[in-house]
């Protein structure tokens, strides 16, 4: 298969890329693109990792996600804009002493049809892999959490402080963040930023998703536990506060609208939708006899 060719190509397939180049798709292409994914290249004895960024397929719906993108106040969704995007935040994160890949300027040059990057490949899995294995200890797991809480503050500290909307993660998943072999994190994914308007509201809801997402793949007997450690070093609560009130009580019409039909539907039931952990977290926060300042 080759890379112009993969519509909705799974991870892990061998693509056959122009100039006699082989890739491994990383991350799965969207069916919705053009030719898009995360690519494993190896030339020369050395590994480099490509992301590339592909356009709409069909124009009208280009079209009204580039509307869709000005009303939200969020940077638009043309290949070449998300990737200059992406570059200015992983300049801005490395500035501030977070771990990013770096951008190689020397690696082969392949075409795969759209923009891509070049970035240096760390020798590793994705968080979500390392936390959803069973064979990595619990209290390993705690510590990496603690480790990454204290990171995330310290970061949406100064987001606050330097109101630079680029220090916020827009797409935050474990699966945008790598664990290298030295066990340092690598967050990356950052082609869509939205402006300084509403940021504090912003953080919350990034550290919301984030907590969720560690704890999707925490054992239930354990969940209590690692929200504790999480709370205990991520000291910036009102951010957590903030993202509950996004979610039940926010002051946009459209928002609260929005949040209802999402509400009303069969995910908002789960045991760990974004609202039952909003709550939990909110819980744990009285609980612990904090109140909002």
Not at 87 to 95: G, Q
Not at 176 to 186: A, V
Request: aromatic share 10%.
């Amino acid at each position: 298969m080759t890379a112009l060719e993969s519509r909705s190509a799974r991870e892990g397939t061998e693509l056959e890329l122009p100039g006699g180049y082989r890739s491994v798709l990383v991350t799965r292409s969207d069916d919705r693109r053009g030719p898009q994914g995360i690519h494993l290249v190896e030339h020369a004895g050395t590994h480099y990792i490509y992301k590339v960024y592909g356009a709409r397929r069909n124009p009208l719906k280009g079209i009204l996600e580039r509307i869709a993108a000005r009303i939200e106040g969020r940077s638009g969704p043309s290949p070449a804009t998300r990737l200059a995007v992406e570059r200015r935040c992983l300049r801005v994160w490395r500035d501030h002493g977070f771990d990013v890949f770096r951008e190689i300027e020397t690696g082969p040059e392949i075409s795969f049809g759209a923009p891509a990057l070049c970035l240096e490949y760390v020798q590793g899995r994705s968080a979500l892999r390392y936390f959803a294995d069973p064979s990595v200890a619990k209290d390993e797991k705690l510590e990496a959490l603690h480790r990454l809480a204290g990171e995330w503050a310290r970061r949406h500290e100064l987001a606050q402080r330097l109101n630079e909307p680029l220090l916020i993660h827009e797409h935050p998943s474990l699966e945008h963040i790598w664990r290298g072999e030295d066990g340092r994190f690598y967050h990356f994914d950052f082609e869509v930023v939205y402006t300084g308007r509403r940021l504090r509201e912003r953080i919350g809801r990034e550290v919301l998703r984030l907590v969720r997402a560690v704890l999707r793949y925490a054992p239930e007997a354990d969940r209590e536990e690692y929200l504790e450690v999480f709370l205990e070093k991520y000291r910036l609560h009102d951010f957590l506060r903030l993202a509950f009130e996004d979610l039940w009580r926010s002051p946009s019409p459209f928002v609260r609208v929005w949040r209802f039909f999402e509400w009303l539907g069969p995910r908002a039931r789960l045991p760990l939708s974004q609202f039952a952990v909003a709550r939990m977290v909110m819980e744990k926060l009285t609980a612990r006899g904090e109140h909002a300042t």
